[in-house]
């Protein structure tokens, strides 16, 4: 029995039942529709998952290359783009792999820039991304970003307590819930740490534990604005909390989320 493969079955399956919100994915298309009108743009997700953001953009008609290191998460995107011609997936390790050039836009949605995995530095792998991004466009192309920003990270990534995000069954008849003790944050590093497990109890009543220890850097706006500038993206737009306001300088209170559209120069 291939205990890894039980797992990351069951957590794609929840992820895809869970992760199911549409604000950003509307968001989106209507910026594109606002920004490129009646443009057929060739687009990149990077970490692109089971599909939320890419199905999506190629339903509307653009040319979708997206690509993810989780082969359980791609299949998800696969059957859910049956018919899609539009829409190419690929396995890939967005930090260490090359992500190709010409493309019109590339998008780092779904919080991907504070959930990169690596065995090295958290911080360089955000600024790396940003730098593929850039690498992967055509001069005038457009990067964007849509990622979790406060004013005040520890209020949010910091503090000890038990919560349960996902909870359910399978469609091999596995079930279970991923249990978390919230995380300790580092004003100095930015670095939020801390540990989850996933409890399962197979469709043989066998029970699993998988526990894992986690870590996110969280990145400030001056940060991520030096990054853009740094690989040659000029920020041409920013949106806070997915609504028509600017984001601010300094941030706000009530600022949760930065989405910024900057174009390659």
């Not at 690509?67 to 011609?85: H, I, Q, T, W, Y």
């Not at 836009?105 to 065995?119: A, E, P, Q, S």
């Not at 909870?167 to 004003?187: E, H, I, K, M, Q």
Request: hydrophobic share 40%.
């Amino acid at each position: 029995m291939d205990r890894e493969f039980i797992f990351r079955h069951w957590y794609a399956d929840m992820y895809e039942r869970f992760e199911n919100q549409t604000d950003d994915v509307e968001f989106l298309l209507e910026h594109l529709g606002e920004h490129a009108p009646g443009a057929t743009l060739n687009i990149l997700e990077a970490a692109c998952g089971g599909g939320r953001l890419a199905v999506p953009l190629a339903k509307a008609g653009h040319s979708v290359t997206g690509f993810d290191a989780d082969e359980r998460m791609l299949l998800k995107c696969v059957n859910r783009s049956r018919g899609l011609a539009n829409l190419r997936v690929y396995r890939a390790d967005g930090v260490t792999t090359d992500w190709g050039s010409g493309y019109d836009l590339v998008v780092l949605g779904g919080n991907i820039l504070i959930n990169i995995r690596t065995d090295n530095d958290y911080e360089q792998a955000q600024r790396l991304f940003i730098g593929k991004a850039a690498k992967a466009l055509r001069v005038g192309g457009h990067a964007w970003l849509d990622f979790d920003l406060y004013a005040d990270p520890a209020a949010v990534f910091g503090g000890l307590r038990e919560s349960s995000y996902f909870a359910g069954t399978d469609d091999l008849g596995n079930s279970g819930r991923s249990v978390s003790y919230g995380g300790v944050y580092n004003p100095v590093t930015r670095i939020c740490a801390g540990t989850n497990h996933i409890e399962l109890t197979l469709n043989t009543g066998e029970r699993l534990v998988r526990p894992e220890v986690w870590r996110k850097h969280i990145p400030t706006r001056e940060q991520v604005f030096g990054w853009l500038g740094e690989a040659g993206l000029a920020v041409e737009r920013t949106y806070k909390n997915l609504t028509a306001a600017p984001l601010p300088n300094p941030l706000d209170e009530d600022c949760r989320r930065a989405t910024i559209w900057a174009r390659k120069i």
